[in-house]
């Protein structure tokens, strides 16, 4: 029986997190929500001190590729972005619903062509599901930053991914 992957910490290794939604419901389908969710990722990444590497924030599932926060573990900071999100989506809607599943994935992403194949996926993913002609064009992705178009809400730290 193969080990079950736990992630390693304090290595100073990109996570790339990806979580869905709750039953893969578009809680992030509006752009209110989508400009609301992302505002929240960059309060928590000033709050946990870690970069963001790339994202795509997507109808019914975020992205998220970061560097090990300075302040706590990256599995506190998403849960943090999840809780905050799930409190201010459900103030709004005025419900008590669930938001996200219940698990999300943390994968290390090591070497530079990894990092290149991680982002290349993440900006195609808008393009991919038609809501967007090009990478640049969808407001809520990393893809604008690697354009050197004016960068979102988001601060990204930029790679090479030559």
Not at 75 to 98: K, M, P
Request: glycine share 6%; net charge positive; hydrophobic share 45%.
């Amino acid at each position: 029986m193969p080990k079950s992957r736990e992630a390693v910490y304090g290595k100073g290794h990109l996570h790339l997190v990806t979580c869905v939604c709750f039953r893969k419901m578009p809680k992030l389908g509006e752009e209110k929500h989508r400009d609301v969710f992302v505002r929240l990722v960059e309060e928590v990444r000033v709050k946990f001190r870690f970069a963001v590497v790339g994202y795509a924030v997507m109808p019914d599932h975020f992205r998220l590729l970061m560097r090990e926060p300075e302040i706590d573990t990256a599995a506190n900071a998403v849960e943090t972005i999840q809780a905050r999100y799930r409190r201010r989506y459900n103030s709004s809607a005025r419900l008590d619903e669930q938001v996200w599943e219940s698990r999300y994935s943390d994968a290390h992403v090591v070497g530079g062509e990894a990092v290149a194949a991680s982002l290349a996926q993440m900006h195609a993913e808008p393009v991919k599901a038609g809501l967007a002609v090009s990478a640049e064009e969808w407001a809520w992705s990393s893809a604008r930053a690697y354009a050197g178009l004016p960068e979102g809400v988001v601060t990204v730290e930029r790679i090479g991914t030559a």
